[in-house]
């Protein structure tokens, strides 16, 4: 009688399990996929693949600026490194158990800003993309908070280990580079790297060998000049400001991590 009066579930087209067409779940498996096929971040370009070479090289150059110069008045204005810590490692094992204190918080501080970039997954294109930059905002804000602390409290203790920490912050996002790992904030890297490449084309040169590809020291030489430059500026804009010094690259920085650069080349196009 229930069967008779209720009949069954396949006579019943509303019931849930006529509903189960393969061809709607096929449907919206592929809606999903090419959702997160959309969504997804764009796959890592080689360097000498790319085809905005340009921009990787004023984006590098740049932050090798700015990084230059913050340390610069670090070490005019306080006595201590903040971009690179091998001397700091240094000093803090020759006075382990006198003063190395003051050298393993830049080195904690410096640590923490990498790893604020590592847990956030900073976008490390955003720069050179044109876009909003969190991370590289979050490092002109520290370089700024550094600046002042000095300026009104004059307390190294605290502004050297937020200097520190905005240079490892920077050179955590910028290590997110999907290019290649850049390093901005200090230049063994790319001075061991420029070396290599260049013995390696005085061999090609002398063996009648084709060159290794060269973008690469070219990158590594327009960082170099940029730090340099950032440290002569800190020599000049120091004689008359003293540690506020910090705040020029404090405001490039922010202005370059709110994605101005990209919004004005975006109205220049419109134009």
Known sequence: LKHFCFGSSAAHPSHPSSLRDPR??????L?????????APPAPVALDQRTDFGR?????????????????????E????????????????????????????????FMLGAGVAGYHEADGDALIAGRFSGGLLGSAAAIGAGALVQKALGAPSLALPLLAFSQGLQNGVTSR?????L????????????????????????????????????????????FAGGGVSAKLTRRAVGIL????????????????????GSREKAA
Not at 24 to 29: D, P, T, Y
Request: glycine fraction near 10%.
């Open 24 to 29: 709607v779940a096929a449907s919206g498996v």
């Open 31 to 39: 809606r999903r996929e090419m959702a997160e096929k959309r969504d």
């Open 56 to 76: 990787v090289c004023f984006g590098a150059g740049f932050l090798s600026f700015i990084s230059g110069m913050v340390n610069a008045v670090a070490i005019l």
């Open 78 to 109: 306080l006595s201590s490194t903040v971009a690179h810590h091998t001397g700091n490692m240094s000093h803090f094992g020759r006075l382990l158990g006198e003063d190395a204190t003051r050298f393993l918080a830049l080195m904690v501080a």
């Open 177 to 181: 580079f999907s290019g290649l790992p």
């Open 183 to 226: 390093r901005t904030t200090h230049m063994t890297g790319s001075l061991t790297d420029a070396g290599l490449i260049f013995g390696q084309c005085v061999k090609a040169l002398r063996n009648n060998k084709p060159l290794p590809p060269l973008r690469k020291p070219v990158l590594f030489l327009v960082c170099i000049a940029c």
């Open 245 to 264: 010094a910090a705040l020029v690259p404090a405001g490039l920085l922010a202005a370059a991590a709110a994605g101005l650069p990209g919004a004005l």
